[in-house]
């Protein structure tokens, strides 16, 4: 009887798939955690997750070998990344024990102004073309990390990438649906077809692509270096381009670019000390939405209850307005980032939460006085690299310069033509920017690496990340696996304002119990597909001497270490 018992719950398991249930951990996890003691690499894609592994294992550091991922990820992940783009990333020395960040981010053309696109009959500014276009800082973005900490020649460390451009790679699968998507929008603009439609067509799942262009274009930067990108004959052929486009960004936009190195900011959640880059990047929130949440009992809320989900939903809509009206380029206003992220501020703030009520419309508060690639490494020394870069807009604006085989940015969009608001379009100005990497150390040494793609899903995303992981006890694949929220319609840095609470979005896997709590105080819930991140992280355990890293089913991407 008992083996016909036996043999009946196999007959289940085996028809309702019952067997996919995990062992160990959480249900919602798609694998176990990945492990090693030498190095770990987590990127969007398993091929840049693979160079940068064998980058360390030949003798390259952490630095080096995000450099080679990352030249790698603007060539099979062009949907995300690329030169034309901008970086920021924040480093942890192992030689000195201190995080460094870094802003890479490019300032918009000097010859055009916020008359121009008002004479022109602009409300906004558009988001393809080329009056978007802004200065790509990620190629000067990997000569500063070279420059003060990497260890091989930029000639090896960018050969990975050169030849996988020159001998071609296969495509992956979603990777190959935003690219199908986005060269068809922009196949109207010179050049997109040619480099990035290969027989009129966007390259399918498993199709080999090759980009010489862009290979030739990444020997000639490993060979002349920085300067033959902004100063070089690089920077002439981006400057004709844009011309002939009618575009403004010019050759001395280019040459006078420079990368900045920024002091991280913090915060401390219940003992960890969470690290963002201040503005003009939008990584203050994550630390404005955790300050106010440290004054509840999450851990006792539940993950997924209805009332963590509002008081989550509730904090984030006051972080996003002050996101609104403040975050902006520091070289052109004065911004009170201290206040911003004082604990003082949260409870300030945290006094306004209704907990039985969504609100509909909040200000900000008064101060007195969607692409992207996200990737982590590590590497034997202890050091350890939080990198994130973007196009912005996917492919990003369409100006794909004749011969060089990538697209520049659309970052420019970002701007507002609100005349006397901190973000205003003004000539050399940085943009407000969406891309932030992240790091948590605990007790003054290092123990997060971590960031979530996606716009405006980012310091959300963060924030429910460090939640996992410290409020419900996740581990570091766990945390990202978690179903999300995202929510949508908070006034944005564009000038656009929230009138009616906005939209609650929610990942599958949130019960209805829950989803039925937030709609009784008075949320507007929808389900969407996407939009919910790409998560990369690796964390270090010092008491084991071992090093855990993570990625997620959301993207093609991989953990893998030595």
Not at 139 to 158: A, N, T
Not at 259 to 265: G, Q, T, Y
Not at 434 to 462: E, R
Request: hydrophobic share 35%; charged share 20%.
């Amino acid at each position: 009887m008992r083996k016909a018992v036996l043999s009946l719950s196999l007959m289940a398991y085996m028809i309702f798939g019952f067997a996919q249930d995990r062992i160990t951990g959480e249900p919602f996890a798609t694998r176990s955690e990945v492990i090693a003691r030498h190095g770990m690499a987590c990127t969007s894609q398993p091929l840049a997750t693979q160079v940068a592994l064998d980058m360390l294992k030949a003798g390259g550091n952490a630095i080096d070998a995000a450099i080679a991922a990352n030249a790698v990820l603007g060539l099979v992940e062009p949907t995300g990344n690329g030169m034309g783009g901008d970086l920021f990333a924040i480093v942890w020395d192992a030689k000195t024990e201190q995080l460094y960040g870094l802003n890479a981010s490019g300032r918009s053309p000097k010859s055009l102004t916020r008359e121009y696109f008002i004479e022109n009959g602009h409300k906004k500014i558009p988001a393809y073309g080329p009056l978007p276009v802004s200065v790509p800082g990620c190629v000067d973005g990997w000569f500063e990390l070279h420059g003060r900490f990497g260890s091989k020649e930029m000639k090896e460390i960018l050969q990975p990438a050169i030849g996988y451009a020159r001998e071609g790679f296969p495509v992956t699968e979603l990777i190959a649906y935003y690219w199908a998507g986005g060269a068809r929008a922009l196949s109207r603009f010179p050049n997109v077809a040619d480099v990035y439609m290969p027989g009129g067509n966007a390259p399918a799942k498993g199709e080999i692509f090759k980009n010489p262009y862009l290979a030739n274009t990444l020997e000639k930067i490993a060979e002349g270096g920085r300067d033959i990108f902004y100063k070089g004959e690089i920077a002439r052929t981006i400057d004709r381009f844009m011309k002939e486009q009618g575009g403004f960004l010019s050759y001395e936009d280019l040459a006078s670019h420079k990368s900045e190195w920024v002091e991280p900011v913090s915060t401390n959640y219940r003992g960890y000390d969470v690290w963002e880059l201040p503005p003009n990047g939008q990584g203050i929130a994550a630390l404005q939405i955790l300050n106010i949440l440290e004054g509840y009992d999450i851990a006792g809320m539940g993950f997924g209850s209805d009332e963590y989900l509002h008081h989550f939903i509730e904090a984030k809509k006051l972080a996003f307005e002050d996101r609104a009206k403040y975050y902006a380029d520091p070289a052109f206003n004065e911004l009170p980032v201290d206040e911003l992220i004082s604990k003082d501020y949260a409870s300030e703030r945290r006094a306004l939460i209704n907990p039985r009520r969504a609100s509909t419309s909040l200000d900000a508060g008064k101060i007195e006085h969607g692409n992207t690639i996200y990737m982590t490494v590590a590497d034997r020394e202890g050091n350890m690299i939080s990198l994130i870069q973007s196009n912005y807009r996917g492919l990003g604006s369409g100006m794909c310069p004749d011969g060089l085989g990538f697209i520049l940015q659309d970052r420019g969009e970002l701007f507002t033509l609100e005349e006397g608001h901190n973000n205003v379009y003004e000539p050399g100005k940085r943009p407000f920017h969406t891309i932030i990497p992240a790091f948590i150390t605990k007790d003054d040494k290092p123990w997060m690496s971590f960031g979530v793609m996606g716009g405006s899903m980012q310091p959300q995303g963060h924030a429910q990340i460090v939640i996992n992981m410290i409020d419900f006890g996740m581990n570091l694949q766990e945390a990202g696996d978690a179903p999300r929220i995202r929510h949508g319609g908070s006034s944005q840095p564009t000038g656009e304002m929230m009138t009616d609470g906005g939209i609650v979005n929610l990942e599958s896997g949130i019960d209805y119990k829950s989803i039925r709590g937030l709609v009784k105080r008075g949320h507007t819930v929808q389900y969407t597909v996407g939009g919910y991140g790409g998560y990369q992280a690796i964390m270090w355990d010092e008491e084991k001497g071992v090093y855990f890293g993570a990625s997620e089913s959301r993207k093609d991407g991989q953990a893998a270490g030595y």
